[in-house]
């Protein structure tokens, strides 16, 4: 492992008690905002120019697109071979700190405790995975290979867009003015559950749970309508499948009970709250306005701890969640989209 | 023969794949996309850790350990001959526009994707239309999805779905609600050729770039 990679390591180990995080509601989305552009200024600053003109890209339809769910040294779904930005990996320490400052600044509390918690899994990935990589082998895993993007000029008026993301990963925050978008997002783990200092970490356990606590609340002629009669082995609608959509398909939530829907709700909101609070307050507004028309689809076992796909599909929402291959529930990806609202289209549209 | 067997050898070697990713199986996630003249047919194939060398073999006919541009288009037809796409009970031809291959150590992880794009041409009138799509592509090894999507057009909507277990097979019903008119259609094509020349004409330092994809481009890459 270089210098950088264990400073690294041992950076974002630090930082999840070290770095400020808001306990309280959080101030105005504009103010929320400024902080983000305030964050991503102090990290620009920290850079040499070779450095910012890395991390600073124009803000096109090309470019938001590049974000993979893969590892580094593998073509990503949009054809491009690296992602965009400047990877840890070649940074100091302290411009790490100040590139996980701009993540913190653009997230929540608990959306910016699941990144890291992603990041740690996947250096628990490299660890058990390089001492038998081949020499010559591409494929790197951990927390050098995280890169940190920012499209367009960050403002508290125009637009801008914050990309962090790496194998598993790909945070999309889209600012436009007092709005911000977390649409799509990708999270994953592997492993999906790990021992740091002694405590188990689980990155996405409780999108698990809480799915599996929601499909055995329902009676059985409602999980009847939610599970569908086909295995489904992968996201449909993953990385590079932007602007696509399907038929939503299992039970309708016009079907479920006002508690049934609460707990829709809530499994939404682990997607949602990964944003600031404000604007993932206004979004949760918006999926329980919706929630009548919002589908719960589910494949597989419905015993916690066996294997199981689902989807959550509404008008402004799609959340898929699908164990992968041989290790099943010890490899997870999921996809966050909104059909209406993705790269903050909507509010460009509006403006 | 024996250049083949040791890219082979070679692929295995390095093949050192996370443990968890796919391994015996090959993933074969197909979407259809339906517009009032045609039916798009998109392929994503990745063949697990353990099923990659017996797939890169087929695609890779000369065993160099690279994919040339002709191979994959090769493997991309054999594919589509274990396709059947049915529209109202008659069987439709496809054809070919895009194939795509990942490098060969992206095949030995387990995370090499092959891209196949087909289309076939139709003219759906008015109305509910049966269409039925089977893939048959290694189906010792194969596990599926199949989805229709959204069209992006309000006259072409989906209907019922129903998928077997193994999501193999698809049968879909596609509501029209307007006619393909092919008068108009020569119509607008003739308007946006004589634009498009037009245009030419008071533009002579323009690259007149064809929107014409490549059918397939050379994959591998030197280390």
């Known amino acids: 492992m270089s210098t950088l990679k264990r400073a690294g390591a041992v950076l974002l180990l630090g ?12 101030a105005p989305s504009a103010a929320a905002n400024v902080k983000g552009v305030d964050a991503a200024k102090a990290f620009l600053a920290t850079l040499d120019e070779r450095q910012r003109a890395k991390v600073v890209l124009p803000l096109n339809a090309t470019t938001r697109t590049i974000w993979s769910n893969l590892p580094t040294g593998i073509t990503m779904q949009v054809g491009a071979t690296e992602r965009n930005g400047l990877k840890f990996g070649d ?33 628990r990935l490299e660890e058990t995975s390089a001492p038998t990589r081949p020499a010559g082998n591409k494929i790197r895993f951990g927390t050098a290979e995280y890169y940190l993007a920012i499209l367009g000029t960050p403002s508290p008026t125009d637009r801008w867009m914050l990309q962090f993301g790496g194998h598993h990963l790909a945070v999309n925050v889209s600012v436009v003015g007092r709005d911000t978008v ?17 405590e188990t970490i689980r990155p996405l356990g409780k999108e ?21 009669s086909y295995q489904i082995r992968n996201l449909v609608l993953g990385p590079g499948e ?52 919002t589908y719960f689809a589910w494949a597989g076992s419905t ?40 790269y903050g289209s909507a509010v460009r549209d509006r403006r | 023969m024996k250049v083949g067997a040791l890219a082979l050898g070679v692929l295995l070697a390095l093949a050192s794949p ?11 996630a197909t979407r259809l996309a339906f517009s009032l003249d045609r039916v798009v047919v998109e392929l994503d194939l990745t063949p697990g850790v353990s099923v990659a060398p017996q797939i890169f073999a087929m695609v890779d006919r000369d065993g160099d350990g690279r994919v040339s541009p002709i191979e994959i288009e090769g493997y991309a037809r054999r594919v589509l001959q274990d396709l059947s796409l049915q529209i109202d009970g008659r069987l439709s031809s496809l054809t070919l526009v895009r194939a795509e291959s990942p490098s060969w150590d992206e095949f030995g992880e387990g995370l090499g994707t092959i891209h196949v794009e087909a289309f076939t041409d139709t003219a759906f009138r008015k109305g509910r239309h049966r269409v039925v799509y089977v893939n048959a592509h290694e189906p010792a090894i194969g596990v599926y999805l199949v989805n229709a999507l959204i069209p992006s057009i309000a006259d072409v909507t989906i209907g019922a779905e129903h998928r077997d277990a193994l999501q193999r097979r698809i049968d879909l019903d596609v509501d029209v609600t307007a006619s393909f008119d092919p008068a108009s259609w020569l119509m607008l094509t ?32 030197p280390d």
Do not use: C
């Not at chain 1, 977390?182 to 002694?198: C, E, I, K, M, V």
């Not at chain 1, 606590?213 to 409602?222: F, G, K, R, V």
């Not at chain 2, 996370?18 to 074969?28: A, K, T």
């Not at chain 2, 323009?206 to 994809?213: H, Q």
């Open chain 2, 190 to 221: 003739s308007a946006a050729v004589a634009a498009v020349v037009i245009l030419r004409r008071y533009r002579p330092n323009s690259a007149g770039r064809m929107n014409v994809r490549r059918l397939a481009a050379d994959s591998s890459r």
């Open chain 1, 242 to 293: 932007d602007g696509k959509m399907i038929q939503p398909e299992g039970i309708r939530g016009s079907a479920l009970n006002a508690s049934q829907q609460a707990m829709l709700v809530d499994l939404i909101g682990e997607w949602v709250t990964m944003l600031n609070e404000d604007a993932a307050a206004a979004k949760l507004k918006d999926v329980r306005g919706n929630i009548g028309d």
């Open chain 1, 182 to 198: 977390l649409t799509p997002t990708h999270t994953g783990a592997q492993p999906a559950s790990f021992t740091l200092n002694g």
């Open chain 1, 208 to 228: 698990n749970d809480k799915a599996f606590a929601l499909m055995n609340a329902l009676d059985a002629a409602q999980q009847k309508q939610a599970l569908l």
């Open chain 1, 15 to 26: 930082l999840v008690t070290a770095l400020p995080v808001t306990t309280q509601r959080a």
């Open chain 2, 18 to 28: 996370v443990q968890s990713h796919r391994l015996d199986e090959y993933l074969q």
């Open chain 1, 303 to 342: 015993t916690n701890g066996k294997e199981a796909y689902f989807r959550v599909q509404g008008p402004t929402v799609l959340v898929e969640y699908a164990p992968q291959g041989a290790a099943g529930t010890d490899h997870i990806h999921t996809i966050y989209r909104d059909p209406t609202n993705d």
């Open chain 1, 91 to 123: 940074m100091t320490p302290s411009q790490q700190q100040s590139a996980l400052a701009v993540v913190a600044a653009v997230l929540s509390r608990t959306g910016y405790q699941k990144v890291l918690n992603i990041v740690h899994a996947d250096q």
